[in-house]
């Protein structure tokens, strides 16, 4: 089975709405106001589509978020049954600030068919790789960088390692640079930084580290179109997030996941700026229209490509 090709104008509709809503609280330094207004565009726009929709992954449990929440039914309920991951603004600080980098993203997939994932820490890695066995979350940080050279073709020092900017990335960091390898670290938004392997302009070779687990399920839908290699593994650092994670129906708490369990079968992915970044331009808006740039990929018809769309701001999706 495949998703019918004329949801991705309707989801790419539905990110660049959100994207539009957030961009209107940028710099105003309100994470909070920002995410809102994508949170409350993006339910709005998901509610006119013609769908059976379930939010797998989204703001949190129905006791942390009024919308979107996991478990949440989205859509007119008539029509194909999806499974829906969200995060209506990626890098809520970017938006704050001003600051490159921050996005609108949504996934589809079929139903059972897009992990349902714990708001808890995810270990990651990610690579423009088609081979098992080149990189792998048991490796060490040098076999890594060594397997993945060799599979490259490249020197390490000419290798260039994605991650998150933070202390616990302290000893990894150390790592690369005692391997003369360059790194690009980043202060937020890991969803875009382990899509920045997908393509040789970006001049990131591999994505690990530690970060959001639902980011990590988002992540792995654009990276299963663009047949990249991708692990994860879940990290529950409190009993409670155990027993959520336990009652989500996950019996092994240390399991590695393969890209294929994360997400199978087709999927749409649409990730649309709000503030310009590696991946797309943010929002512009001039006079009654705005201009928005959105990543989208569709598995089945083989979509990977960055959709510009100049739009008037009162237009509705029917």
């Known amino acids: 089975m495949s998703i019918d090709k004329k949801f991705v104008d309707k989801f790419i509709n539905v990110s660049s709405r959100a994207a539009l809503a957030s961009s209107y609280l940028v710099g105003k330094n309100n994470k909070i106001a920002a995410d809102k207004a994508a949170v409350d565009s993006m339910r709005n726009e998901l509610n006119k589509i013609h769908f059976e929709g379930k939010v797998v992954i989204g703001e949190g449990e ?68 088609k081979d098992k066995g080149v990189i792998d979350l048991d490796f060490s940080v040098k076999k890594n960088i060594f397997n993945l050279s060799e599979y490259l073709n490249k020197k390490p020092e000419d290798l260039t390692v994605c991650l998150l900017d933070r202390p616990r990335h302290k000893k990894i960091i150390k790592i690369l640079k005692e391997l003369k390898v360059n790194t690009k670290l980043i202060t937020d938004g890991d969803v875009s930084g382990a899509l920045l392997v997908t393509n040789k302009k970006y001049n990131v070779d591999l994505f690990l580290g530690i970060g959001g687990g639902p980011e990590g399920v988002l992540a792995a839908s654009a990276l299963d179109a663009y047949d990249c290699y991708f692990q994860g593994r879940f990290l529950f650092e409190t009993e409670n997030d155990k027993l959520r994670a336990i009652k989500m129906g996950i019996s092994d708490l240390n399991k590695k996941y393969q890209l294929e369990e994360i997400v199978s079968g087709d999927s749409i992915f649409c990730a649309t700026g709000i503030t310009s970044g590696d991946l797309v331009k943010g929002i512009k808006i001039k006079d009654k229209k705005f201009t928005s740039e959105t990543l989208v990929t569709h598995k089945s018809t083989g979509l990977k490509k960055v959709i510009k769309l ?9």
Do not use: C, H, W
Request: cysteine-free.
């Open 62 to 129: 129905l006791d942390e978020a009024p919308m979107l929440y996991i478990g949440e039914k989205i859509g007119t309920n008539k029509g194909p049954q999806f499974d829906i991951a969200v995060d209506p603004l990626e890098g809520t600080n970017f938006a704050a600030k001003n600051l490159p980098g921050a996005l609108s993203v949504i996934s589809i997939a079929e139903k059972n068919n897009l992990f349902n994932a714990p708001e808890t820490y995810m270990e990651k890695i990610s690579a423009n790789v």
């Open 310 to 318: 100049n739009q008037f701001i009162n237009d509705r999706l029917d």
